[in-house]
């Protein structure tokens, strides 16, 4: 079975950094495009960037200039710097990948993460 496990997230202050990193697991046939989304209490997850597999980004206007999505395939990881973090930044981050495993036909499959905490607080 394959599975999303993050790890990084904490308390920072503000104008901080953190780096998050998401490795995946499993029968993996294929690793697609990955990418990290995050949700706020009382609001709806959003995307925060992602990355294809041949290393093409995306982000949200709200983190460009501050983040980084990058991906190491030999480790099947996806990290997310982070630097002058706001107290807007605050969440549960996600990653999720598009993954081809050897089980189940061969089939991409969207996987997602157990999410990590990020606190932006002085």
């Known amino acids: 079975q394959v599975q999303l496990v993050e790890s990084g997230g904490g308390l920072v202050q503000p104008g901080g950094s953190l780096r998050l990193s998401c490795a995946a697991s499993?029968?993996?046939?294929?690793?697609?495009?990955m990418g990290w989304y995050r949700q706020a209490p009382g609001k709806e997850r959003e995307l925060v960037a992602d990355?294809?597999?041949?290393?093409?980004?995306n982000y949200a206007d709200s983190v460009k200039g501050r983040f980084t999505i990058s991906r190491d395939n030999t480790k099947n990881t996806v990290y997310l710097q982070m630097n002058s973090l706001k107290p807007e930044d605050t969440a549960v981050y996600y990653c999720?990948?598009?993954?081809?495993?050897?089980?189940?036909?061969?089939?991409?499959?969207?996987?997602w993460g157990q999410g990590t905490q990020v606190t932006v607080s002085s």
């Open positions: 999720d990948a598009n993954i081809i495993a050897r089980a189940g036909g061969f089939r991409e499959a969207r996987y």
């Open positions: 499993g029968s993996i046939y294929r690793l697609n495009a």
């Open positions: 990355i294809t597999s041949g290393d093409s980004t």
